[in-house]
């Protein structure tokens, strides 16, 4: 079976043509359709990490804690046992159905920890959209959190966190992150990889159909433009994923289990040629006992399908009837679809021909490409901000209430509580201000996970915005007294092949390395979304990071809100003049310039230290980090977070002369608000000075009203019980 | 005039249908063995105001396209009666 | 004692349940597949949260056909302990065992968040360490806890409510009912008082980590009738 | 003979549909401001089996009765269409 003319096909794939010559020279021959499928899937963006590859090597790998890296996804190992975490994109298939795009999008992900051999407990999912007012973002706003809720809920792992930002710049393209954690005992882990000659392939879970098919090199790897094709949308069910989660944990119980991998991008493509190559073995498939939902489906269409909740095992022969009966058993497919061979090669079969015969490492071995890459222009414009720019609001009260109510601040509560966070009963610190702890049932001590990106501030600065994002995350965790442990990301970027674009990724990822690399995180696992572009332009840059911490004592953590009344108030680190980037010059001045803020990232490492410890010995009484609002935005969170808000009173004074608004919605780093009781205070103070982070005290908790005052002039006065109100109906929702 | 439209919403064929399945699954666990494919879909049921009876089809047909089936996934067809007092 | 929690495919808060009832109270648990009709005499039996059969068609529709659900009828009627929570009292009610039915929240959407309930009813062998009319904090989760019972019943429904929503203070006003339910109703039991069904989940109030401890007291109460109920 | 019957389930009269209202405050937003009422149902398409079409009717109305719909909050209707290959 060969085609006249390969090339061509392998050009409507989205192959080059000299990748097409390259796969001449591996196989020696004209390769077959389904051949040139595979080629084509494997060695897409969205596979091969062709554009990326060279610049992801720069990210560290080893950190305080022991990683574990496996094939889908990494971890990292702590007590006995191994935490596993990966996130990944769903944001074209999104973009075109909203409520599937992000229902498959977390079933996805979930399945690349189950396929480490882990229980996922947690999914956590970073959302960007257009701004509301436009009709379509505000479709695929509902549409996602729609499908979030209906998939997540209905498969039993809770949602526990996320983001939620709009901006103008994610119009017509909007990202869909979502990450999965899990828990295993560390020598439970499997690997990706097939392995002994003569074991068997097996395939579980729901049937293949023609879903998705192209998804992953053509949907995925293609910009929305004018012509636009019509992809065939995969469709999630979160029953049979609830039910391949329990048969695989059996299975794997049963310790006949070799190798397993799920099947997303790519299907069977990637699972048998992945699982082939890491297992240094060949497998053989014989595509006729794979289980079909549509019927005429062409071998290649059979390799290619993205059709969900699907697994690939490699069971040990003798044991394969005990394993299918498991999967039988919860109402899922099982079916010996070929055995390990000692050839090295992926070998397909269908209705007795040979129809592919590719070496599995070739495979696997996608070119690398760093094509030229220059500075953007627009970044001499928008960072030429400067204060005279923007005269002080005349009424701070008028602009504290329009920002708590902004889309981008107010509280999201109203889209966790569509989720099921409490699934599992491991959520101990729920969501709502900051970080999500999960306790580990046996166990004293507990995980502490967040995402974190700001897509702004890496608009204007890549390898700043890609710092502060892993900042922000670290801070996030260890205002909760967890210590940073881990971090996955997600890479989301316009087009590589566009040398601003791809200027704007080198950078990121260098901001990323320099910053988890400072302090200790290894990136365990990531993933790269390119092309995300609309007929306008590029997205905004966003590389979103996913931080994993452990906190020892998971009874001693701090939550954001004021718990009581005549708590003293301290600011810790350092306010400097920067109103670039924030959300305050967005929404009062509407100016989106910057500079954004700069990174000091020996101050935040101190800062986090410092937090750890004032967690560890019970000093504090709540934490919350200042990040987008600035101080202003973490008083009001503080305020109203719990059931009951409670009132503060505030003084500037002691922060420097600088401009009241740069004080309040300012949002240098390296800052956290902290409340202690006064007999605590010194013990506070003394800690502070150790770690050399600055440390005001600022006011203290009580009555019924947030009161900030500079000095004798008072700027704002107002009702917490109204705060919480425009808080929390923000959204509209 | 006021005008009922009954919109039925289906998923187009050749896309998955886990709910079908599995409501064909049960029929088959309660011995309805004879039943050989579900499909499942929406029924909405629209009463609306509109001029004459064309205006009240072009606005069903546009609300069907904009809001109540995805066009991606889905087809619709309705059906449109005059209501009388 | 012995609990027996039933597995239907996809009803996930049974591990949960089963964390609770052995971990933490200790108590002798099992988990019952849905496919077998073997309840391996239980004393009281669990129809736990989650989305079994993936909510597909209506809310606890297809489960109740499992075989399972004919040993549990059965069991019912014999004055066995029934438990239904979230997802398990809408079982109970597609399979007539009992009244009502689930209608979407008022809101249309999932809602996952702390409640407060009041005991209406601390005669019954799940609600006797509470006292009457106390206030307790417990979460829902669930996109169809609209509770709702056709007129003709409603007088008799009314002197079987056990839980309500209701505000911090106990009151009882609709600015309290998440989702719509037919005077305020969280729970209800059976005429008998064997069958209890519950649309919050008790069992993720259980440990003060967790934030509440109310839940708990639902599992210790059905103990507790249990011992007391051997001695006599 | 292998029929289909299209079967749709709606909410009794009476009983407060809040999916319906939801769809209808989305028209509303979406300016389809001449829509007074939206009722939300369910459609299933069955293909099924059977030796003549009354017995298909049968067989619908037990499934009906029996799966398909809650008599306590639901109704139902059914077309019964013979296929003809
Ligand atoms: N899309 C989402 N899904 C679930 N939870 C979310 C989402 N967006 C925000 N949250 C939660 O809302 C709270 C506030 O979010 P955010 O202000 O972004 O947190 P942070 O201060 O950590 O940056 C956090 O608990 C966060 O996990
Ligand atoms: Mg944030």
Redesign the pocket.
Known sequence: MEVANGLNVARELGLKEEEYERILAILGRVPTPTEIAMFSVEWSEHCGYLHSRRWLELLPREGEFSPLRGEDAGGIVYDDLAVVFKMESHNHPSQVEPRQGAATGIGGVIRDILGSGARPIAC????HFGPREDERSLYVFRGVVEGVAFYGNCVGVP??????YFYPAFRGNCLINVMCLGIAPREKLTQAKAQGEGNYIVYVGNKTGRDGIGGCSILASQEFGAEERRPSVQIGDPLAEKCLIEATLEALDTGHIVGIKDMGAAGLTCSTSEMAASGGSGVEIDLDLVPLREEGMEPWEIMMSESQERMLLCVRRGYEEEIIQIFRKWGLEGEVIGEVKDTGRVTIKWRGEVVADIPALELTRPPVYTPPRERPLYLDEVNNFSLEDVSPPLNYEEVLLRMVSSENLSS?RP??EQ?DHMAGINTVLL??????VLRVKGKKWGIAV?S?CNPLYCYLSPREGAKMAVA?AAR?LSACGARPAGVTDCLNFGSPEKPDRYWQFVEAVEGLSEACRFFGIPVVSGNVSFYNENPEGAIFPTPTIGMVGIIEEVEKVVSAGFGEDDLILVLLGETKEELGGSEYLRIIHNREEGPPPRVDLEGEKNLQELLITLAEEEIVSSAI?L??GGLALALVESSVTEENPRGVIVDLECLGDMREDVLLFGESGGRALVSVKGELLNSLQRLAQEQNVPCQVIGKTGGEKLVIKKGGKSLISLSVEELKNRWEGGLGE | MKYRGKVIVTLKPGVFDPQGVTIRNALHTLSFREVEEVKAGKYLEIILESENRSQAEKRIQEMCDQLLSNPVIESYSYQLEEIKN | MKFGIVVFPGSDCGYDCHHVLSQVLEAETVFIWHGDKNLKNCDCVVLPGGFSYGDYLRAGALARFSPVMEAVKEFAENGGLVIGICNGFQVLTEAGILPGAFLPNRGGRFICRHVYLRVENNQTPFTLLFAPGEVIKIPIAHQQGNFFIDSPHQEEVKKHIVFRYCGPQGEIDSRYNPNGSWENVAGIVSREGNILGIMPHPERAAEEILGSEDGRRVFLSVIKWWEDKKWK
């Open positions: 956590l999912d970073s959302l949602t526990v966190a996320g983001e939620l999201r889209i966790f989720y969501p709502g201000s900051g970080t999500v967040t974190d922000e996030n980090d990040s987008e």
